[in-house]
């Protein structure tokens, strides 16, 4: 996530980073969030189906320096505190970053959903 963002700023220096996401990160010394997480899957996800629940955990000392203009995010957050508080999961064509660490035995439909996207993939290249 950090690094597709614009920046990440530790102590007093900033450095760039790849600006997939137009997001600029700030490194503090206690941790920003810690714990088991539980999202909900919105109309932005690109691999999951809308209303699709998923389970994971976060632990992150960093946290977006201004949460105003985020991008559309894919999930919506049901435990945990994610980018902003009440979501996760930034989305740029097929790219998805979040805070949230998947656990794919708590989200079974994770694996189909990756090979789906993967096959898609494969499908339009052969079709180009």
Same mark, same amino acid.
């Given at each position: 996530?950090?690094?597709? +963002?614009?920046?990440?700023?530790?102590?007093? %220096? !900033?450095?760039?980073? !790849?600006?997939?996401?137009? /997001?600029?990160?700030?490194?503090?010394?206690?941790?920003?969030?810690?714990?088991? !997480? /539980?999202?909900?899957?919105?109309?932005?996800?690109?691999?999951?189906?809308? +209303?699709?629940?998923?389970?994971?955990? $976060?632990?992150? &000392?960093?946290?977006?320096?201004?949460?105003?203009?985020?991008?559309?995010?894919? &999930?919506?957050?049901?435990?945990?505190?994610?980018?902003?508080?009440?979501?996760? +999961?930034? /989305?740029?064509?097929? /790219?998805?970053?979040?805070?949230?660490?998947?656990?794919?035995?708590?989200?079974? $439909?994770?694996?189909?959903?990756?090979?789906?996207?993967?096959? $898609?993939?494969?499908? %339009? %290249?052969?079709?180009?």
């Amino acid at each position: 996530l950090i690094y597709l +963002g614009r920046s990440l700023r530790v102590n007093e %220096k !900033t450095y760039p980073m !790849t600006s997939v996401f137009p /997001v600029d990160f700030v490194l503090e010394q206690r941790p920003q969030a810690h714990g088991y !997480t /539980v999202l909900e899957a919105g109309s932005q996800s690109p691999f999951l189906d809308k +209303g699709v629940s998923i389970r994971g955990h $976060e632990f992150h &000392y960093s946290r977006v320096m201004s949460l105003d203009d985020l991008p559309p995010m894919a &999930y919506h957050m049901n435990r945990g505190k994610g980018i902003n508080g009440v979501a996760d +999961g930034l /989305v740029y064509k097929n /790219v998805l970053a979040c805070y949230t660490h998947l656990h794919a035995l708590g989200t079974p $439909e994770w694996a189909e959903a990756m090979v789906k996207k993967a096959r $898609e993939y494969r499908r %339009k %290249k052969q079709d180009a």
